[in-house]
């Protein structure tokens, strides 16, 4: 994990090596502050030595300054690291992210990378800073302080010793029992933020249904999971402060007694004495930094295996050794397919044999959880089968280079997405893309008036989410873009699912009769449950329960009344009959 982590500071190597050299200075400076108090003391104010007084306290000053400079610059090379790492963390597991197959998309839910992206790399951030700066800087201080005190009087010194031991026992118990509360407690943040976006992407069904009271429930009990559970963290981490405070009072009473009997007996100064008390305080609050360190240790713990487990998933889809790199548009053979979700033991699809021709157009109808959508992700490699083999012009599709092969298609996928930024990059699906091109697509996918009613320009931008002069799309409209991207993309495969079910039936036969042109004389497939919009492929495939059990044309379909296709053509026709 450290190294995975460790990968991502990249560039700031320099900034983070320099932080704890400055931080190190700051804590030699600190240091001598107190050998030179002890000389004003005992060779200056004891001795009625004015010159001496002045002398030492200039140097004082400077050295004071110094500390200071000191710490201002590992400040600010700290803040550059840590910041720099948590950008390059984000960007890391956002391109890595992209690479993702299905099945690895599958294992997170989206709240749980939002998380990860966000309250995690904070987490992870702080605790690089203070690392850089408190876990060089107490350690350092704790250590130069420990010397200078035994080099003053070896005897009390053992007292700051004894009290290092005592913690590190105290910690050693604490720290591993918070890393368990921590890490369930950002899967708590997790469900937190899931009540959160579906409350918010669904709030037009929670206000229809009047269901507001029951997620204000759902996010109350989200929410007090993430109470209970901090709580607990808290109630372990919060014994370090009680500890640190009876440590540091319990050596200060004893170095007094002691110091003061010593004193008495001849064999330390007033001064010593002086400088062996500020030790103790620099001793004792690096034990108290060491311990806020742990806290953030064992918070970031959590957050950085979370990380970690993003950047090092690996695409289940990778492209083999030398791939073929000219993949040609070609008939498509499934060759005894099955397939079933990860994590489940229940095929979606179960021994499809099937194969198409370049230029055919195949409309694939069944009820739903026939295996329709399935059937489409396994033919863009979005899933490799479980059995069988996908072949594109005989061979494999898994020998092909996988973006090249991805290329070959333009896909509506029923659950498509538009994104919150211009009309024309909506449509071309780039920052860069030919006007005539995209406006030649959105025309051919019926957005004639919508265009119009914006001035011809593509710039507009969909929804609110970045401009609040944003345009809101109704779902027909937006399956019309969804529908113009395809057309626009020109790819040699068109893959349509359920690409007019939000539409009106105008609209639906608009699209039907320029179907034709939407496509040209590109291979086809098109999944519908209306019945009745199949007709114009010459080819239809009938799945149920994941299998194929009819394929041919509409006519020769309905000749088999014992079918599937004359059930569920049956049903459907009953409605659009007049008495």
């Given at each position: ?7 991502q500071i990249k560039e700031f190597k320099k900034d983070s090596l320099l932080t704890p050299v ?456 937006a399956q019309k873009i969804a529908l113009a991207r395809a057309v626009c993309k020109g790819a ?88």
């Open positions: 994990m450290l190294k995975v982590l460790g990968a400055f931080m190190i200075l700051e804590v030699v400076m600190e240091m001598i502050i107190p050998l030179l108090m002890a000389s004003i003391i005992d060779e200056g104010v004891n001795a009625g030595n004015l010159n001496h007084i002045y002398k030492i306290g200039a140097l004082m000053i400077g050295v004071a300054l110094i500390g200071l400079w000191a710490g201002l610059m590992g400040a600010k090379y700290g803040a550059k690291a840590s910041t720099g790492f948590a950008r390059n963390l984000r960007k890391s597991m956002f391109e890595n992210i992209q690479t993702y197959s299905f099945s690895n998309i599958d294992k997170y839910s989206t709240s749980s990378l939002i998380t990860r992206l966000t309250t995690d790399v904070t987490n992870v951030q702080n605790a690089y800073q203070m690392v850089l700066r408190m876990a060089m800087r107490a350690p350092a201080s704790m250590i130069i302080a420990m010397v200078m005190a035994f080099s003053i009087n070896a005897r009390l010194a053992s007292i700051y010793l004894v009290a290092v031991i005592f913690l590190g026992i105290c910690l050693s118990f604490i720290m591993p029992r918070a890393n368990r509360y921590f890490r369930q407690l950002f899967e708590k943040y997790d469900d937190l933020n899931a009540s959160v976006q579906e409350n918010v992407s669904a709030i037009r069904v929670v206000k229809a249904y009047v269901r507001e009271d029951y997620e204000k429930e759902k996010f109350s009990k989200a929410n007090q999971n993430i109470y209970n559970m901090f709580l607990k963290a808290e109630k372990l981490v919060v014994i370090n402060m009680p500890l640190m405070q009876v440590t540091v009072y319990g050596c200060i009473l004893l170095i007094s007694w002691f110091g003061a009997k010593t004193i008495v007996a001849g064999n330390l100064t007033t001064g010593e004495m002086m400088s062996l008390l500020a030790y103790c305080m620099n001793i004792l609050m690096s034990l108290m930094m060491v311990s806020m360190i742990f806290v953030m240790l064992s918070m970031s713990y959590a957050s950085a295996k979370r990380i970690s487990e993003v950047l090092t998933e690996q695409t289940d889809l990778k492209n083999p050794e030398n791939p073929v790199m000219n993949v040609k548009d070609g008939s498509i053979v499934f060759d005894h397919v099955s397939f079933r979700y990860p994590g489940s033991d229940k095929y979606a699809l179960k021994d499809i044999s099937i194969e198409f021709k370049v230029g055919e157009k195949l409309a694939v109808v069944g009820m739903n959880g026939s295996g329709k959508s399935t059937f489409i992700k396994l033919l863009c490699r979005l899933y490799d089968p479980t059995e069988g083999t996908i072949y594109m012009n005989g061979i494999d599709i898994r020998r092909y280079d996988y973006q090249e092969y991805f290329g070959l298609f333009s896909v509506v996928f029923q659950d498509f997405r538009l994104f919150s930024f211009g009309l024309g990059e909506n449509v071309a699906m780039s920052e860069t893309f030919r006007e005539e091109a995209v406006r030649d697509a959105l025309v051919k996918a019926g957005m004639e008036e919508f265009l119009k009613e914006h001035n011809d320009d593509l710039s507009t931008t969909l929804y609110r989410d970045f401009d609040k002069n944003g345009v809101e799309v109704s779902g027909g409209e040699p495969f068109v893959l349509l699912d359920e690409p007019t079910a939000a539409l009106d039936p105008k609209a639906e036969y608009e699209i039907y009769k320029r179907f034709n042109d939407l496509v040209a004389d590109r291979t086809t497939v098109y999944i519908s449950h209306r019945m009745s919009s199949c007709r114009f492929c010459g080819d239809i495939a009938v799945f149920h329960e994941g299998r194929m059990v009819q394929r041919g044309s509409h006519e020769s379909l309905l000749e088999e009344t014992t079918g599937k296709y004359y059930e569920l053509w049956t049903a459907q026709a009953q409605y659009y009959v007049t008495e």
